[in-house]
């Protein structure tokens, strides 16, 4: 057995990796490094029930304490690592100690991309990427009558969904021509539009933001247009990028994302897994790396298979879902590049399914309040495209 593993992060992909280490019999050292002072929790809650409900911490933990203890998973929790000696096979810390490694494991997630705008450190302005943001974000939002929300993705369409149902007014300012449109075609994307506008969000399309206004805190926002729009909190939802700067600094390929092979092995004995992660999809024929949970638990059950000797490639049909007021979206497969597209079912009723074809090919599909259409897209996604391997 190894000197141990050791797993920077200590997130859904690190908590996947010691768990299904633990069930394949490693009976070695599993030491888990993580910044923030939590045992591993998910994250989708964060902008949907943990945001609205303010429950507490202990319903995001994926694990109780015990379970750590029990499997013995070292857990060093409120301990950034600051770099990293591949040749000497340790990791230093910021306090400053040192601590070896067998195998390495970055599993460090994303971080929110930086908005170099005027204002943008004034009190008042938010991201959502974890729990200690919502600790911030949710006594300034319980003060708060409007909200202007800065991006139209999942996220920031979910943060809009939770305001509207609290009564407070939400403005959504997304630079593309349609909210979700990196992640959802022009039928769904229309569909998320009219329900928010619906149940009152001001939607604001093609608008790019030119700062962030207030004096010592934000008060509002200026768009390239010169328009105005007061708010007592500012949320910037406009996406992430991988934590890959230890790697970088090591001299590991990097493409925002640890770039890794099949076996989610960036160098020998260095894994990457989860968010940020690089790895070619030989389904859809390019590098990609994926934020969601289907990929943080899939790739570093993957890790843990190869670590333990018994190498199975990686090659998913990616699949990610979202919860907007009653209506649960879930997208499988990648939108790349599609030729054809057919909705099926009525969109007004609320309940439909989109595919997406490439030469034929089922690529993706998103569903609407429709589980059954996306487990069945599922399936036949990963028939048309074969996985690595397969004829
Ligand atoms: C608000 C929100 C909502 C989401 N909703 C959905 C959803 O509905 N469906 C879905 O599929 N996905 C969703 N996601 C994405 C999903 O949560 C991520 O894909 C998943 O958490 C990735 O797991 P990970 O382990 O790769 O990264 P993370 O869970 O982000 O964990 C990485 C950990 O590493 C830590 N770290 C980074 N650098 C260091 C360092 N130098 N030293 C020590 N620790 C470090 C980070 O602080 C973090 O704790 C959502 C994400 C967010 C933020």
Same mark, same amino acid.
């Given at each position: ?12 992909? @690190?908590?996947? !990796? ?26 989708? #809650?964060?902008?949907? /029930? ?10 995001? !933990?994926?694990?109780? $304490? ?10 060093? !929790? ?7 000696? !591949?040749?000497?096979? %340790? ?20 971080? @929110? ?19 200690? $943001? ?5 006594? /300034? ?18 943060? /809009? /969904? ?55 805190r934000a008060t509002g926002i200026t768009l390239a247009s010169g328009e105005r729009i007061a708010a007592d909190v500012v949320l910037v939802a406009t996406g992430a990028r991988a934590n890959d700067d230890l790697a970088v600094a090591a001299g590991l390929q990097c493409e925002d994302g640890v770039v890794v092979d099949d076996l989610a092995r960036s160098a020998p004995d260095v894994y ?25 638990? $899939? %790739? ?23 919860? %907007? ?14 030729? @054809? ?5 009525? #969109? ?44």
């Amino acid at each position: 057995m190894s000197a141990g593993v050791l797993i920077v992060g200590a997130g859904q992909a @690190a908590a996947q !990796l010691a768990i299904s280490l633990r069930q394949s019999g490693h009976d070695g050292v599993i030491r888990m490094i993580g910044d923030e002072p939590y045992a591993p929790y998910q994250r989708p #809650p964060l902008s949907k /029930a943990y945001l609205k409900e303010k429950a507490s911490i202990e319903t995001l !933990l994926l694990r109780r $304490d015990s379970y750590w203890t029990d499997h013995k998973v070292q857990l060093e !929790l409120g301990a950034p690592v600051a770099a990293v000696d !591949l040749a000497r096979k %340790q990791v230093g810390l910021r306090d400053g100690r040192s601590v070896g490694y067998g195998t390495l494991v970055f599993a460090t997630g994303t971080r @929110a991309r930086d908005l170099p705008l005027p204002g943008i450190a004034l009190p008042g302005v938010f991201s959502l990427r974890k729990i200690d $943001d919502v600790r911030r974000l949710r006594p /300034a939002l319980d003060d708060a009558r409007r909200i202007v929300i800065v991006g139209g993705g999942y996220i920031g369409l979910e943060v /809009a /969904a939770v305001m509207r149902q609290e009564g407070r007014e939400a403005v959504v300012v997304e630079a593309e021509d349609r909210v979700m449109k990196r992640v959802a075609g022009e039928v769904v994307s229309g569909f998320f539009d009219t329900l928010h506008r619906s149940r009152g969000a001001d939607i604001r399309l093609r608008c790019r933001l030119a700062s962030i206004d207030g004096d010592g805190r934000a008060t509002g926002i200026t768009l390239a247009s010169g328009e105005r729009i007061a708010a007592d909190v500012v949320l910037v939802a406009t996406g992430a990028r991988a934590n890959d700067d230890l790697a970088v600094a090591a001299g590991l390929q990097c493409e925002d994302g640890v770039v890794v092979d099949d076996l989610a092995r960036s160098a020998p004995d260095v894994y990457a897994i989860g968010d940020c992660a690089r790895f070619f999809s030989h389904r859809y024929g390019r590098k990609i790396r994926l934020e969601c949970v289907q990929n943080a638990i $899939d %790739q570093a059950k993957t890790a843990a298979d190869a670590i333990m000797g018994q190498a199975k490639p990686y090659d998913p049909v990616p699949w990610f879902w979202s919860d %907007q007021y009653e209506i649960k979206l879930q997208i499988t497969g990648l939108l790349d590049g599609f030729d @054809a597209c057919e909705t099926i079912g009525d #969109p007004a009723g609320g309940k439909f399914s989109v595919e997406y074809r490439k030469a034929g090919k089922l690529i993706a599909v998103d569903a609407i309040n429709d589980g059954r259409a996306h487990m069945m897209g599922r399936r036949r996604i990963a028939a048309e495209l074969p996985e690595i391997g397969a004829a």
